[in-house]
């Protein structure tokens, strides 16, 4: 089964939308998009710079976007749908949709809301995250909880991405654990942390308002990695999920026990790919990155059917 995973935060970088805005239609969906997220998604995916669209209010939906235009343009092309999809972090949203929970208007107005309830709560005090990378987990976490951190991303393959007040992150950094390097991460808040919990609940009132049918594909959580088969449920987790860790480490185990064969990552592309080739070994993975890397993905589904 070849499977379709959606990437979070961090993944964005300048002008990363302009080469999709070239295929017919993109345009005009990506504004019909920028309508339902309250975020000028063609402007902050062509023209802004670095810092405006590390602003999770706009990195968020700007991401999601980006999944969805990517997933019909590999949908168009390849004919048929893969098998299962899985998201990390706000991925999750672009999931829920691929999979038919989720409409797109209804996914991009929830992940719009998402995105400013975090960048409010993250503005209540200063906070960020750390990627730490190497070194024995059991070590890793107790460092983290003597400085009152988080490990808020279990990512596999050797990583955790630790969240918390920025002075303790400073901490960790300067004294990092045995045969670890930390990585700050450009991101604007301590999420999936405690520090987000105001954030649960603006989406959970909204979300309660919201349509969910159960997925079409098998669909991932990234609450314990397990297949999620009633819509609702996973619309729930998804909202829990904003200030609870992600376990996508438990998500890639996973998919080697449902006997995945290939992964296809869509655009902004490349982090869960890196990841899965370091946890997943000889497992074939496509990123996404830009229209031209569809041909190798759709090649990768016609070898798996054949």
């Not at 239609?25 to 309250?38: I, T, W």
Request: glycine content about 10%; some cysteine.
């Amino acid at each position: 089964m070849i499977i379709a995973v959606f990437p979070g935060q961090g993944s964005q970088t300048p002008g990363f939308l302009s080469p999709w805005l070239e295929l017919d239609g993109a345009r005009e969906r990506l504004a019909a998009f920028s309508d339902q997220a309250g975020v000028d998604l063609v402007a902050a995916g062509t023209e802004w710079d670095a810092d405006r669209i590390r602003d999770t209010a706009v990195a968020q939906p700007l991401i999601v976007a980006a999944s969805l235009l990517s997933w019909a343009a590999l949908n168009e092309r390849a004919g048929a749908p893969v098998g299962g999809v899985a998201g990390h972090s706000v991925g999750e949203i672009a999931a829920l949709a691929a999979s038919g929970v989720l409409g797109d208007d209804d996914a991009l107005r929830l992940v719009g809301l998402r995105g400013r309830a975090m960048a409010e709560a993250a503005a209540a005090v200063q906070t960020g995250m750390s990627a730490v990378v190497g070194g024995d987990e059991q070590a890793v976490l107790e460092r983290l909880d003597a400085l009152e951190l988080t490990p808020a991303n279990y990512n596999g393959g050797g990583q955790i991405v630790a969240a918390g007040e920025l002075p303790a992150l400073a901490e960790l950094a300067a004294e990092a654990p045995r045969g670890t390097r930390v990585i700050p991460l450009q991101v604007a808040g301590a999420f999936h942390t405690r520090f987000m919990e105001p954030a649960v609940e603006t989406l959970r009132a909204a979300a309660a308002d919201v349509e969910a049918s159960d997925p079409r594909l098998t669909l991932w959580t990234n609450s314990d990695g397990s297949v999620v088969a009633d819509g609702r449920r996973a619309l729930d987790l998804v909202v829990a999920q904003v200030a609870s860790p992600v376990r996508w480490d438990r998500c890639m185990a996973s998919f080697a026990e449902h006997g995945v064969t290939g992964i296809i990552e869509l655009s902004p592309a490349g982090a869960l790919t890196g990841l899965a080739k370091r946890a997943l070994r000889g497992t074939p993975t496509v990123a996404v990155k830009t229209p031209d890397d569809l041909d190798a993905a759709v090649s990768l589904l016609k070898e798996d059917q054949a």
